[in-house]
Nanobody
Framework: QVRLVESGGGSVQAGVSLRLSCVASGRDFSMYAMGWFRQAPGKEREFVAAITYSGGSSYYADSVKGRFTISRDNARKMVYLQLNLLKPEDTAVYYC?????????????????????WGQGTQVTVSS
């Protein structure tokens, strides 16, 4: 069992940066791939970024590539999402999630349905 708690969201102007944090509790955090997803009002939850258990590989949605960076600190059981050059279309609730699959290829860890544990989400609102 893994419990995830996100923080760091807020209301900002376009062009600025935010850093989202997610702290995990429970066992074997370092074995999980971690991901960030987001859900805007009236839309489905979508993949944003994911990172393998070791941090050796990371993957991004095309819409955020070059602007967002995912990272993790296994010793502290933390995962981060750095959001730069924010746009109004980045407005959403951002969710941290953990994937227990031993296979951590891009196909696996970019898919929402492969994640076992979810946080409660943190709101990011970007105004123009």
């Amino acid at each position: 069992q893994v419990r995830l708690v996100e923080s760091g969201g807020g209301s900002v102007q376009a062009g600025v940066s935010l850093r989202l944090s997610c702290v995990a509790s429970g066992r074997d955090f370092s074995m999980y791939a971690m991901g960030w997803f987001r859900q805007a009002p009236g839309k489905e939850r979508e993949f944003v970024a994911a990172i393998t258990y070791s941090g050796g590989s990371s993957y991004y949605a095309d819409s955020v590539k070059g602007r967002f960076t995912i990272s993790r600190d296994n010793a502290r059981k933390m995962v981060y999402l750095q959001l730069n050059l924010l746009k109004p279309e980045d407005t959403a609730v951002y969710y941290c999630a953990a994937c227990s699959s031993p296979v951590q290829t891009a196909v696996v860890i970019t898919a929402r349905n492969n994640y076992d544990y979810w946080g409660q989400g943190t709101q990011v609102t970007v105004s123009s």
